[in-house]
T-cell receptor
Framework: KAGVTQTPRYLIKTRGQQVTLSCSPI?????VSWYQQTPGQGLQFLFE???????NKGNFPGRFSGRQFSNSRSEMNVSTLELGDSALYLC??????????FGPGTRLTVL | AQTVTQSQPEMSVQEAETVTLSCTYD???????LFWYKQPPSRQMILVIR??????QNATENRFSVNFQKAAKSFSLKISDSQLGDTAMYFC???????????FGAGTRLTVKP
C-alpha cells in the first residue's frame, strides 16, 4: 500500500496570505489528523476528520480550518498567515484514529 | 488533561550497545494506547512500537521493546544492538481509546555513535 502523501513538500508565503495544504491518506483509511510541529511548541494537534466530518479540534485560532472529501483526501487551510505559523505540518491517517501513520509533512515558511 | 513527559532531551549511545529512553504520562483514564515514533532527519514520522494499556505484556518489535508500568504511568523504550540508522528524534505519544487527539512528548534526540 502506498503511504500517506502530502503536497506540497515545501512552501514559502508572506504574512497576510493564505495557504492550502493537501493530504492523501493510506487507501482504506477514513481518519485524517493534522498536526503542527515547531521547535518551541513541539507537536500539537490541529484537527481530525472522519468520513468528511470534523470530529475533534485542537486549540488553534479559527484561521486554521480543514475539510475532507468523499475519497478521504483532506485539505488544511490557513488564512491571514502570521510569522508564527512557520512550521512543519504533518498529516496522519488511520482506520480508527488510534494508530496513526504519518506523511512526510509540508514545511511552511512565512516571511 | 493528558500530558506526556520525556525528561531526556538528548542521549547518545555507542553502536551495538543498548539504550533506554524514558517517558511518563498523566491521565485519569484507563483505556488508551501508547506509541513510540521515530523522526529521522528526513522528518518522516515512523511508528516504532505500540502498546495497548489493557495488555500487561510488554510490546516487542525486533530490537525495540518497551517497559510499560501502568500504575507508575511509565512507558520506556529500549533499543538493543543500536545501529547508526537509529539516530533520530524519538517521540512518546498517548491517545485515549476512541479518541483522535494524540498527545506527544517533547522528544528525545538520540545519536548513535560509531
Amino acid at each position: 500500500k502506498a503511504g500517506v502523501t502530502q503536497t506540497p513538500r515545501y512552501l514559502i508565503k508572506t504574512r497576510g496570505q493564505q495557504v492550502t495544504l493537501s493530504c492523501s491518506p493510506i487507501s482504506g483509511h477514513r481518519s485524517v489528523s493534522w498536526y503542527q510541529q515547531t521547535p518551541g511548541q513541539g507537536l500539537q494537534f490541529l484537527f481530525e476528520y472522519f468520513s468528511e466530518t470534523q470530529r475533534n479540534k485542537g486549540n488553534f485560532p479559527g484561521r486554521f480550518s480543514g475539510r475532507q472529501f468523499s475519497n478521504s483526501r483532506s485539505e488544511m487551510n490557513v488564512s491571514t498567515l502570521e510569522l508564527g505559523d512557520s512550521a512543519l505540518y504533518l498529516c496522519a491517517s488511520s482506520t480508527t484514529g488510534n494508530e496513526q501513520f504519518f506523511g512526510p509533512g509540508t514545511r511552511l515558511t512565512v516571511l | 488533561a493528558q500530558t506526556v513527559t520525556q525528561s531526556q532531551p538528548e542521549m547518545s549511545v555507542q553502536e551495538a550497545e543498548t539504550v533506554t529512553l524514558s517517558c511518563t504520562y498523566d491521565t485519569s483514564e484507563s483505556n488508551y494506547y501508547l506509541f513510540w515514533y521515530k523522526q529521522p532527519p528526513s522528518r518522516q514520522m515512523i511508528l516504532v512500537i505500540r502498546q495497548e494499556a489493557y495488555k500487561q505484556q510488554n510490546a516487542t518489535e525486533n530490537r525495540f521493546s518497551v517497559n510499560f508500568q501502568k500504575a507508575a504511568k511509565s512507558f520506556s523504550l529500549k533499543i538493543s544492538d543500536s545501529q547508526l540508522g537509529d539516530t533520530a528524534m524519538y517521540f512518546c505519544a498517548f491517545i485515549l481509546t476512541n479518541s483522535n487527539d494524540m498527545r506527544f512528548g517533547a522528544g528525545t534526540r538520540l545519536t548513535v555513535k560509531p
